[in-house]
Structure formats: structure tokens, C-alpha cells
């Protein structure tokens, strides 16, 4: 099993800036990707950005030149620095880590318990 544990969260006006942590333990082997989605009031989880083993990056449109994600190997840990932060950007932020299977092909997903971010207008 892979543990996630998010932090950073939390309130800001727009145009701030936040920066969320990511630290991941247990069987941290055989990681494919990691990455954040978030879950805005009343609409469906999605792909904020996402971070290959190589360290290939992937953005939604919608945060492209503003937020970045980052991962230090050495501490198991993916950050997602949030710049010109917009109340659209409100929402839970989960960290999602990608684990290969053992045999054949196929992934499992982990999750980790999300953390709040408020953007006032």
C-alpha cells in the first residue's frame, strides 16, 4: 500500500499563491506517475497536473502558465506551486500516485485525503 498525506491548503485572495505538499510512504516501488486533481463544489474530480517517473509534466489547460509541479524523489514527495491563484481554483486538491502492477499490465491508483483551497474574489 502507498500512504498520501497532503498539506498546505487554505484560504487566499485572488491572484495569491499557495504551495501544496505531497509526501507519499509504504510501498513506494514501481510509481509511474504522480499527480493532483481537484474537486470544485458540486462538479466531478479532475487532472490539475501530473509528473511521469521521468519527470515529463502534463497541465489542464486551465492552470497552464501558472501552476507548476515539482517532486523531490530523494523524500518521496510532489509539490504543486499555485501562482495568480483565481476563485475558479477553489476546490479539494487530492494527490494521486499511479503504482504498476506486479504482473501483466495495469496500475493501481492511491489517493490521499485531500486539502481545502479557498480563493475569495
Known amino acids: 500500500q502507498v500512504y498520501l498525506v497532503e498539506s498546505g491548503g487554505g484560504l487566499v485572495q485572488a491572484g495569491g499563491s499557495l504551495r501544496l505538499s505531497c509526501a507519499a510512504s509504504g510501498s513506494i516501488f514501481r510509481i509511474n506517475d504522480m499527480g493532483w486533481y481537484r474537486q470544485a463544489p458540486g462538479k466531478q474530480r479532475e487532472l490539475v497536473a501530473r509528473i511521469t517517473s521521468g519527470g515529463t509534466t502534463n497541465y489542464a489547460d486551465s492552470v497552464k502558465g501558472r501552476f507548476t509541479i515539482s517532486k523531490d524523489n530523494a523524500k518521496n514527495t510532489v509539490y504543486l506551486q499555485m501562482n495568480s491563484l483565481k476563485p475558479e481554483d477553489t476546490g479539494v486538491y487530492y494527490c494521486?500516485?499511479?503504482?504498476?502492477?506486479?504482473?501483466?499490465?495495469?496500475?493501481?491508483?492511491?489517493w490521499g485525503q485531500g486539502t481545502q483551497v479557498t480563493v475569495s474574489s
Open positions: 494521486n500516485v499511479e503504482q504498476r502492477k506486479n504482473y501483466g499490465s495495469g496500475t493501481n491508483n492511491y
